[in-house]
């Protein structure tokens, strides 16, 4: 993995509003993806994640990431020939993403600890070395085909400022925050809005549904601060979506009434729904969900069921790939015509240490 950092935001805290707002496109699929015939392959790599990220007792934000990667990936290139098969190819694409992703939230991650969570395939240690290989050649690849833009800014990122200028949102308790963005990632046609649209739609609807009275009272008011900074025929859009999401998904909300008393509170944002100045909030931007975590604690803020495959009855295993097979081919590793492997007489076993060797001490940034 590289450890360039040039394409990498500084932390969102440090940046000035404007920079960050500008950055947000890296978050975004190519054009169209959402329209694409790409689904069936984001659904096969979906339901891998989903796996591997259950098995280990993941906080939610690293499918999440790990999903976004592949949309950004799988949306601009070609899915990379490496085992022949284009499913075999997808979930390794997906595992990939995973890891990458997952190496990035904690420095305690080991391909040895993915490979048991992964299948019952990779206990022999020939099986294991070879995957580990394959695992590597896929994450630079994917690397690569997303410009090293490993750390993005994204939903997450905008839901404490929205806040800010939402003040009903101070009742809302942050995991029903995001909880409502993550589980967006299940739909592909959500991949077609931008970050701050989205994180306005969980606000949004959070709001609607725990503080009804005030929503309607003051939506008009709300509309008009973020759509400063967004589209708002993109968030009525967002909206709808959202909310039917939410009901359909049973997705729990919940209002914080833990921090302070709920009286006093209510009058607080009562208060700030008539005085506050949308220029005085940048302050509630922030990454905390997203910061690194050196022990692979789960963030109880992330802790919550992944909700993105539970409406469908289709099993990923046996989903037709509707797209199709026009990829490089690679070259066939095992043909004698090839000068540089003719009379090769390296065992397997110190091929695949030659390979994977220099990534061993390597991180992503």
């Not at 339901?47 to 499918?63: C, E, G, R, V, Y």
């Not at 499913?87 to 890891?99: G, K, M, N, Y």
């Not at 206990?123 to 994450?139: G, I, S």
Request: net charge negative.
């Amino acid at each position: 993995m590289n450890n360039n950092n040039e394409d990498i935001p500084e932390p969102v805290r440090e940046q000035k509003p404007s920079k960050f707002f500008g950055i947000e496109m890296h978050w975004m699929p190519a054009e169209g993806y959402a329209e694409s015939d790409k689904e069936s392959l984001r659904k096969i790599a979906m339901h891998q994640i989903l796996q591997i990220s259950k098995s280990n007792n993941l906080d939610a934000m690293i499918p999440y990431a790990a999903m976004n990667i592949f949309d950004r990936f799988i949306s601009r290139n070609e899915v990379p020939r490496m085992l022949g098969g284009m499913r075999e190819d997808i979930v390794l694409a997906a595992d990939a993403c995973l890891t990458i992703s997952w190496s990035v939230k904690s420095t305690s991650f080991s391909y040895d600890e993915f490979l048991e969570a992964d299948s019952h395939e990779y206990k022999d240690t020939d099986a294991r070395v070879v995957r580990k290989v394959q695992l590597v050649a896929m994450e630079q690849k994917i690397d690569v085909g997303v410009d090293w833009r490993i750390r993005v800014a994204t939903p997450i990122s905008f839901v404490e400022f929205f806040v800010g200028i939402i003040p009903i949102g101070r009742g809302i308790k942050r995991k029903t925050l995001n909880e409502i963005v993550i589980q967006t990632q299940g739909d592909i046609s959500f991949t077609r809005f931008l970050p701050t649209v989205i994180a306005a739609s969980a606000v949004f609807t959070a709001c609607r549904v725990l503080f009804n009275d005030q929503y309607y009272r003051e939506k008009e008011n709300m509309i008009r601060r973020v759509t400063k900074y967004l589209d708002e025929e993109d968030l009525e859009a967002c909206l709808e979506d959202t909310c039917k999401m939410c009901i359909e998904k049973q997705i729990m909300l919940e209002r914080d009434l833990e921090s302070a008393d709920w009286k006093i509170l209510e009058e607080e944002i009562n208060r700030r729904l008539e005085t506050s100045s949308s220029s005085s909030s940048f302050n509630s931007i922030s990454n905390r969900n997203e910061e690194d975590d050196p022990q692979g604690k789960i963030d109880l803020d992330m802790n919550f069921e992944l909700k993105w495959m539970m409406l469908s009855s289709e099993d990923p295993e046996e989903r037709a790939i509707n797209f199709p097979d026009i990829r490089t081919l690679a070259p066939d590793l095992d043909d004698p015509s090839d000068d540089n492997r003719a009379g090769a007489t390296t065992s397997f076993r110190e091929l695949c240490n030659t390979l994977i060797a220099p990534f061993r001490s390597c991180s992503i940034l």
